[in-house]
């Protein structure tokens, strides 16, 4: 499975939470400028997680159309793993929905 990460320079422990629940493939995009969006999205993206305290705002609404038109779930969150892993655990009727499933307790 795998995911892109919108917002933070750095992401911590949440790769290696991650990759607890079956995350793969992360690719990070810090999020502070449109510059670094261009060619920048994978396409094979299962998921996308926007970390909302730390993207730009343009980047954000950017995003958001991107994952619509390519009918990608998103997932928006605090850059915090317990912030992230509730959000999966909400959204995941949406996640089911493309086929995504996680071992969440």
Known sequence: MSVLIVGGDH???IP???DKIGVNDI???AGRSNQKMRNSIPESMDF???LCDYVNHNLSHKIKEYASL???PVV?????WSSIYQKIKDNQCQLKKKG???PLN
């Open 11 to 13: 992401l911590g422990s």
């Open 16 to 18: 290696k939470e991650l």
């Open 27 to 29: 690719k990070h995009l």
């Open 48 to 50: 996308i997680i926007v």
């Open 70 to 72: 390519k009918e990608i």
């Open 76 to 80: 928006y969150a605090k850059r915090s």
């Open 100 to 102: 995504l499933l996680f």
